[in-house]
């Protein structure tokens, strides 16, 4: 297993979201140079993100003058853009590149599947483009993108009912749009792979979570609305489990895979497909109780049914992850809400 490379170009796009944010920090604090790509927009409150890269430039200051040299450069655009992307391609020449941006949520997809189609279709294929074109003009030492990593996502397993939910399994079926996307994704790469060489590795992440997290997320959600003294509505009657996963996890699972792009898979594609998640579906309710406890305050609590394009149950079989980078995922639930109540309370400034 090779070791991350810190004298490589690193393109994150979704640089400002969630996960996008702490990948970054982590290369730059690694020393790596960092290009992040992003449109900024407002499917939740921008001033998240801006904090994200306000403090992105934080980290920069900090690795400098401790150790490393690691650098952070931002370019807003849209991946649906295709003259964004190409751009961005030309004039930075990243090695590896990191596919985050995409339009997430399960729910939104049911009324907004045009933004599903333009960024994680579209956008998609913008990236596939641009790492295929990347090979074209090969000077100054540079070959073209080395690996393209990218987000999948738990979603794809759609109503699957075998457990735990192993990337050997059969995922034809999605319960929504969003999900419908994503597995495209891992088809559009399989195909660009086989085509034109392109390394890909798809990551399908479950239930991401942890400081600086999405706002659309129910555990960002059910915290909200406990402090402001509202009932949090809980679905399914609350009997749903979830294989919640702290963020710190996701990230370095993506770390060891970013220098390992996969060999030839026998059929002249070297691609691959791994699930981050914490092999650990925790029911709903516990999660509940894990954040009315951290938080000092019991929730008002509103059950409701099943809503389109939920699941059940996601419960991440990750074997292949661990006997290929000796690594899973290993914070407890009540660990990670502890840090994200932590952080949620000094960034509202909740005494």
Known sequence: MKMLDANKTYLITGAAGFIGYHLSKRLIEAGARVIGFDNMNDYYDVSLKEERLRLLGQVVVEAGILEGTGTFEFVKGDLKNKADVDSVFEKYKP??????????????????????????LIGFFNILEACRHSY????D???????????????VYGGNTKVPFSTDDKVDEPVSLYAATKKSNELMAHAYSKLYGIPSTGLRFFTVYGPLGRPDMALFKFTDKIMAGKPIQIYNNGDMKRDFTYVDDIVTGVVNI????PEDNGKGARYKVYNIGNNHPEPLMDMV??????????????F??????????????????????GFKPDTSLKDGIDSFVSWY???YKIG
Do not use: C, W
């Open 345 to 347: 309370k000094d960034y």
């Open 289 to 302: 109780s894990f954040l009315e406890e951290s938080l000092g305050v019991t929730a008002t609590k509103e």
């Open 304 to 325: 409701l049914p099943m809503q389109a394009g939920d699941v059940y149950q996601t419960y991440a079989d990750v074997s292949e992850l661990e006997k290929d980078f």
């Open 95 to 120: 090695d590896i590149v990191v596919n985050l941006a995409a339009q997430a949520g399960v729910r939104y997809s049911i009324d907004h599947p045009d933004s599903y189609i333009e960024s994680n």
């Open 258 to 261: 970013l220098p390992n792009a």
């Open 141 to 155: 030492g540079y070959n073209g993108v080395e690996h393209l990593v990218y987000a999948s996502s738990s979603s």
């Open 136 to 139: 074209d003009h090969k000077e």
